[in-house]
């Protein structure tokens, strides 16, 4: 049966035919050597002829890099390329779709170069760029960059600087809600044949709050329902509770945490703990938000609950994970959106 070598890789290749003229220069007639190969008979002469000479003509018979099709953009335009794209989002060139395609980039190379890519190349060129598709972060058109700036650069320094002269401790707080949903998705069965999945007919919910801290401690309580005021200075006693050091508490504007209940029990407590708030629509600021991040991409929705199985009981053994894993809660404070808070 003959082979055809150019369905062979190339390292392949080279060897065969360093093999194969090594045999004829060993006395092996050329047709018997190319014949065990299963190759072409007239293959080898070629071969042969390349290799005359001592040394470097054995060279002639290793593989080189195949060198491919040549790039139709340049190093320039492909440079260009990845300006367009790295920061930016197709709305700022005249298109009306918000988020980066590959045949949006076809279009913008056409129009600015000339020069008709296909979407595999364009593909291609993004992942030489050092460019992947992403799941963008979505901001809230509310937010204040104004006032985002003045609270990293003025006031949390300012909190820092206080809690420090008064040493204190310095927590961030969030709250966030766990839900065990069927999962929705495609299953395999018999061609013609649709399944059927039971699902539970009541889903598992519980609300989680925690206070997260630049030295690795962690705090949480799990609860049911929404937060109201009440319920925060519940959740504010417990973390208070036995704790030395004054307590400076940083939180978003979630009118529960605002409410006068809230004030009443702060003030009560005659400075051993004081309220800060973020800047609105700014969770980015809060590294807390990322703990909620982390906990929800590597629980439930990773590992769906067994039957008869307790959501809070899976989030109370999750959250006390983190509890017991403080390099864990500071690496949540090198992620640059927080890297403005000092005190580490």
Excluded at 52 to 76: E, F
Excluded at 121 to 141: C, D, F, H, I, W
Aim: glycine share 8%; charged share 25%; net charge positive.
């Amino acid at each position: 049966m003959k082979i055809d070598g150019r369905q062979l890789d190339r390292k392949a290749q080279e060897a065969i035919r360093l093999m194969a003229v090594k045999r004829v220069r060993e006395g092996e007639s050329p047709s018997d050597v190319i014949a065990s190969y299963g190759m072409n008979r007239t293959t080898i002469h070629k071969w042969l002829d390349r290799a005359k000479g001592k040394g470097a003509g054995l060279r002639k018979l290793k593989a080189s890099k195949g060198t491919g099709r040549p790039r139709k953009l340049d190093a320039k335009q492909e440079r260009q390329v990845f300006r367009w794209v790295n920061g930016k989002n197709p709305n700022q060139y005249g298109f009306d779709f918000g988020l980066w395609t590959r045949s949006i980039v076809c279009t913008l190379i056409e129009e600015k170069f000339g020069i008709r890519l296909s979407l595999a190349s364009v593909g291609a060129l993004l992942a030489r760029l050092n460019l992947t598709a992403q799941k963008p972060l979505e901001r809230a058109y509310q937010r204040d960059p104004e006032a985002i700036e003045r609270w990293q650069r003025e006031t949390y320094p300012a909190i820092a600087k206080q809690a420090k002269a008064q040493k204190a401790e310095i927590y961030f707080w969030d709250e966030s809600g766990f839900r065990a949903d069927a999962v929705h998705g495609k299953t395999w069965a018999m061609r013609g044949e649709t399944p059927v999945v039971h699902r539970p007919g009541q889903r598992q919910s519980i609300s989680a709050a925690s206070a997260v801290n630049s030295k690795g401690a962690f705090w949480f309580a799990t609860y049911k329902g929404g937060l109201t005021g009440e319920l925060f200075v519940d959740l504010l006693r417990q973390l208070m509770y036995r704790r030395k050091k004054p307590l400076h508490l940083i939180v978003d504007g979630l009118p529960a945490h605002k409410k006068a209940v809230v004030k009443e029990y702060v003030q009560s407590l005659a400075g051993k703990l004081q309220l800060h708030f973020l800047p609105g629509y700014a969770p980015d600021l809060n590294p807390d938000e990322l703990v909620w991040s982390h906990a929800k991409r590597t629980g439930v929705a990773r590992n769906p609950l067994k039957a008869g199985e307790s959501m809070q009981q899976r989030v109370d053994e999750q959250l006390e994970a983190i509890k017991q894993n403080p390099a864990l809660v500071r690496a949540f404070f090198k992620h640059p959106s927080v890297a403005y808070i000092s005190d580490l």
